[in-house]
């Protein structure tokens, strides 16, 4: 029996993941011109307070370039205030400013509806898809 790529779990999840993601951003961006690093990094931000890039790195899954990038295109977009982090002189803390605040209050109400719309869309299958991505984001057992 050969590989199949189409079944291949990982595979489909990759694919589904980025069509989601798609589908979100294109709302996101006629919203406010947000690309989808700055979206992860604002509202990484939202629900954090002042973190650093590589918090945030490690947080969104994306390179820590992007995430620099990100970050100085809303810094200069007023929407994200850079300073020195809390505790490590040595890395950049970053926290949403006022304006930063009241975007990311538009854009929650945005992903809220965009979720509702996603859960009714799979219906009954919206509860065990969630558990079974919350059993695989936990990674295997030891």
Same mark, same amino acid.
């Given at each position: *029996? #050969?590989?199949?790529?189409?079944? %291949? &779990?990982?595979?489909?999840? $990759?694919?589904?993941? /980025?069509?989601?993601?798609?589908?979100?951003?294109?709302?996101?961006?006629?919203?406010?011109?947000?690309?989808?690093?700055?979206?992860?990094?604002? /509202?990484?931000?939202?629900? #954090?307070? *002042?973190?650093?890039?590589?918090?945030?790195?490690?947080?969104?899954?994306?390179?820590? $370039? *992007?995430? #620099?990038?990100?970050?100085?295109?809303?810094?200069?977009?007023?929407?994200? !205030? @850079?300073?020195?982090?809390?505790?490590?002189? !040595? &890395?950049?803390?970053? +926290? &949403?400013?006022? +304006?930063?605040?009241?975007? *990311?209050?538009?854009?929650?109400?945005?992903?809220?509806? %965009?979720?509702?719309?996603?859960?009714? +869309?799979?219906?009954?299958?919206?509860?065990?898809?969630?558990?079974?991505?919350?059993?695989?984001? @936990?990674?295997?057992?030891?």
């Amino acid at each position: *029996m #050969s590989f199949r790529l189409d079944e %291949f &779990l990982p595979y489909r999840l $990759s694919v589904a993941a /980025a069509q989601v993601s798609r589908r979100f951003a294109a709302r996101y961006a006629a919203e406010a011109g947000l690309t989808i690093p700055e979206w992860r990094v604002l /509202a990484h931000l939202d629900a #954090s307070g *002042m973190v650093s890039v590589r918090d945030i790195h490690r947080r969104v899954n994306l390179d820590k $370039s *992007m995430v #620099s990038r990100a970050a100085t295109r809303l810094q200069g977009a007023g929407l994200v !205030r @850079k300073s020195g982090h809390d505790t490590d002189r !040595r &890395l950049i803390g970053l +926290e &949403l400013t006022a +304006e930063g605040q009241a975007l *990311m209050q538009r854009l929650g109400g945005i992903a809220q509806a %965009f979720q509702a719309e996603l859960l009714a +869309e799979l219906g009954e299958d919206a509860a065990p898809l969630c558990a079974a991505l919350d059993r695989l984001a @936990k990674g295997a057992p030891d």
